[in-house]
């Protein structure tokens, strides 16, 4: 199956890392530099007229689009047989934004993240927004997707991971992870947080410092915020 | 003037704040806890069937909108007067997106941030996407319009502030900044970073360390983890 991706960066990434692309839909007079890509990996341009590709695009292309093969996700096992000290998982419960996957997925990559998992249902998916906006990250991110998460915690702490919540109702905060292990951290859903039962699950639970009236941050930024730390703490 | 805000979180932090609110529009049978929280307030409450509230109201609304008094900037010289030990503020040099202003603003009520400065041209401004995004803090934030980024720059300098930009094209990390004094930290925009002028008009430059393929994070995310820095680092 193809999806139609949009924006300069994330196609020149696609390109770049060998996606498959189908055919690239450019507007004459823009995106010269990825045309010169293109024609260096014989992929199939074709020309439209501002207004055709306003018509076939979503808001923002900046002049290019591409019908791309669909993104893929990784089993677990597969991702768990890729040996490595100190592994750093993500798992999303619930998050719906698609600019929030995106973004993180930009962190993932910054921070060497090894794997993001994301649930079948309830979750947003890997589609052509989150590719936009993680600015060609999503190439270069394993993304797990599983059916049940309690079942893959289970997995992981069978596999030696420490499972770590985030929210800001404990009083452990992100300073106080042990950095040096296996570990999962866990971002909740934009609005009300982790699920009961993936809580209860957790090995601990930490916090973003913080003061002000609010009380909560951006889904995104928290995810960024636990993510640098472990990175920081660990030297790499 | 008025504008028109959706949302649970901001529109119940602008009720408790204080904010003008000249009506309420709700869907029969959502937001009971705000709708007492009207009551106590004397709000006018209009009740519109959802058919009716789709149309009045931008997709996300949750049932519920308020015509509300325009969001107001501050001046930097009333924002200058305030008086305070190690004073922090953010300029913003050309964001364009109102989800990142919004993530940003949560940032900055989170870590104590003075003040935000954002120039009348070429940037997004408060507005009502803003609004929702911010989830309330932007009740809570200064923000400071000025005209002229070049000319602020100078008057903070006057007033002992530290310039600090951000850009990846840089020795120093968010690391060697010195949090002990009136800081001054620059997010350029989401594509192009800082502007030319802005970038040699800084006392230096600092970049978050990151590995990875892309080499880039969001802007909020940046943001979030300069300011977090400053705020782990003061102790506060």
Redesign the interface.
Known sequence: MATIITGK?TIK?AITVGRKIFELYVQPGTNDEILELAKTHNIPVKELQKQEINNLLPKGHQGIGASVQDYAYLSLEDALAQPKKHRLYLMLDGVEDP?NL??ML??C????VDGVIIPKNRSVQLNATVAK?????I??VNVIQVVNLSQTIRKLKENGFWIVGTDMDTPQTIHEMDVEADLCIIIGNEGRGLSRLVRDNCDYIVK???????????A??SC??VL?EV??RKG?
Request: charge should be negative; charged fraction near 15%; avoid cysteine.
């Open positions: 960066n990434e600019h995106g973004a930009r962190s990559d910054a921070f060497n906006v993680s600015t060609g990250a190439e270069h973003v410092p913080m003061s002000g009236h609010i009380n909560s941050l951006n995104s930024v960024a915020l640098y990175y920081r790499e």
